[in-house]
């Protein structure tokens, strides 16, 4: 005879159902579906980072070439900072690769508000969907400058809570012996650790 | 049988405990709350080589056909940014102010244009206020109208109700929205104004903190700067390359139009040769150079 009569194994059968669900449920945060990326665990993050960008807008000509080389410039700038931007130690602001020193001074500066080492508690960060929308001027097809406007999201879990933290607005770019360079930025924060 | 269902009561009870519990306990490690109270935290900054840089910003007299560098400059205001700050300061020059202009003793000040370009005028307006401007940019009547019409007009509030007799247009008191044919109205009338050419220099200050209100509002629009910068490069007249414009274009928008305060010069109505001119009050001028010369901000008015 079988230990469990018909009722039983649906009862059974229901409560494992239900089991499962709730367990499935706790995996749907974003994060779920990616590699962990500890704070300040660079490796790991440098793997992660990754921002849609576009050039969206040429006021002037630049051709195709041009205009895909300020892309990829202006996306490996944007996932330099938000790599740095999950990190924790210091030192991984120590520099910001693209950036003007001047500029880089501004954002040490602000570093509370521009990377998730401000957010108290910080146990993990994910990277979220970032993107970046790039204007360029090229008169007379020259790059003179450019402005990214930027939405960079993570997932930040701190004191047991799992928040988005935002950064959005523009990074300014413009030519320099060493390239397109970021020379200023006017970025909100929002989300985790705002308002400090 | 009675033992089997006696059991199954109690393994069912203790699943509906289980899911109960699942259901109400939060998990310990990851809660994604439903409701986030968002703050938010702004930073913004442009890196330039120096903190204050001055401009002088002159309106040409030309007409369609001429050089804007060779005539007279109609407005001439001397514009100071702090970066680090985001106050500016603007001090406005009558055209008609009787000064030294080097190498060609004196004149009224807006013929330092005609006699030696925007070098020149630099110099003489910067001898005159103690502060020698980092930059001159010169525009026409046209290449005025064509920026305001980039931007999508200016919003200015005027202390003043006017017309004039050699200018089609008119100025409501208060706030008033302009294209560029009426920015550049409001910017040039000064016929029916009580105070003539030193109520005009006030109104160009106006506009001027109306370009940077608007531009301001504008530019997180995808394109904008760079569509503004674009047209300013064609109607500008200036020895800066696109580069150097482009991120002064973009370290302007740092400054503060509700701290960008405005100085017109004053000085007294005279004849010279039968010409009617201004004798400007030069210790004015020294005194306001002094006070906004490292900071970009008058800290004693305009006295």
């Known amino acids: 005879m079988h230990p469990l009569g018909p009722r039983l194994r649906r009862v059974v059968l229901v409560v494992v159902l239900a089991l499962g669900l709730v367990v499935l449920d706790g995996c749907t945060d974003d994060a779920g579906d ?27 000509r630049l051709p195709d070439a041009r205009r895909q080389a300020v892309r990829l410039r202006t996306q490996e700038i944007v996932e330099g900072y938000l790599r740095r931007a999950m990190a924790q130690d ?34 993990d960060v994910q990277p979220g969907r970032s993107a970046a929308y790039v204007a360029v001027l090229a008169p007379r097809g020259r790059v003179a400058g450019a402005t990214a406007n ?32 970021v020379f200023g930025f006017d970025l909100h924060r929002s989300g985790a650790g705002g308002g400090a | 049988m009675t033992s089997l269902r006696a059991r199954a009561r109690r393994v069912a009870a203790l699943a509906v405990v289980l899911v109960l519990t699942a259901l109400l306990v939060p998990n310990p490690s990851v809660r994604v709350p439903t409701i986030v109270l968002v703050r938010t ?38 514009v100071g940014v702090n970066l680090r700050t985001g ?12 000064v030294a202009i080097p190498g060609h003793g004196s004149s009224r000040v807006n013929a330092a244009l005609t006699y030696g370009g ?49 200018m089609v247009g008119s100025i409501d008191q208060g706030v008033n929205e302009l294209t560029g044919s009426e920015a550049l109205f409001f910017s040039r009338a000064r016929h029916f104004l009580p105070r003539g050419d030193f109520d005009r220099s006030a109104n160009q200050q106006e506009t001027l903190r109306g370009i940077l209100r608007q531009v301001r509002a504008r530019q997180d629009e995808p394109g904008f700067m760079e ?26 928008t740092v400054v503060d139009p509700t701290r960008f305060r ?41 006295t």
């Not at chain 2, 502060?131 to 305001?148: E, H, K």
Request: proline residues 5%.
């Open chain 1, 34 to 60: 990616r590699p962990s990326a500890s704070a300040g665990d660079d490796a790991s993050e440098e793997a992660t980072a990754h921002v849609v960008t576009r050039v969206t807008r040429v006021v002037g």
């Open chain 2, 41 to 78: 935290d702004t930073v913004r900054g442009v890196d330039h080589d120096r903190d204050v840089l001055w401009f002088l910003a002159l309106g040409s007299d030309a007409r369609p056909g001429q050089s804007p560098l060779g005539t007279r400059a109609d407005a001439i205001q001397m």
């Open chain 2, 87 to 98: 106050t500016g300061t603007v001090i406005g020059i009558p055209r008609d102010s009787w």
């Open chain 2, 262 to 302: 405005g100085c017109v010069l004053n000085g007294s109505f005279g004849t010279i040769g039968g010409a009617s001119i201004i004798f400007p009050d030069r210790a004015q001028a020294r005194r306001l150079g002094d006070d906004a010369r490292n900071d970009a901000r008058l800290d004693r008015g305009c």
């Open chain 2, 118 to 166: 925007p070098d020149l005028m630099g110099r003489t307006v910067g001898d005159l206020v103690g502060v020698q401007p980092d930059y001159v940019l010169v525009t026409s009547f046209w290449g005025f109208r064509a920026m305001i019409r980039t931007i999508g007009g200016i919003t200015v509030h005027s202390r003043l109700a006017f017309t004039d007799d050699n």
């Open chain 1, 90 to 123: 210091q030192q991984s602001w120590a520099d910001l690769p693209g950036f003007t020193e001047g500029a880089q001074d501004l954002a040490r500066r602000h570093r509370d508000v521009l990377t998730v080492a401000g957010v108290p508690g910080l146990e």
């Open chain 1, 150 to 181: 930027v939405d960079l999201v993570l997932r930040v879990t701190a004191e047991g809570v799992t928040q988005p933290w935002r950064v959005g607005g523009r990074l300014l770019l413009t030519n320099t012996p060493g390239g397109l360079k």
């Open chain 2, 227 to 252: 569509r503004s910068v674009s047209v300013a490069m064609q109607n500008l007249h200036t020895n800066l390359s696109p580069v150097e414009l482009y991120r002064l274009a973009q370290a302007l």
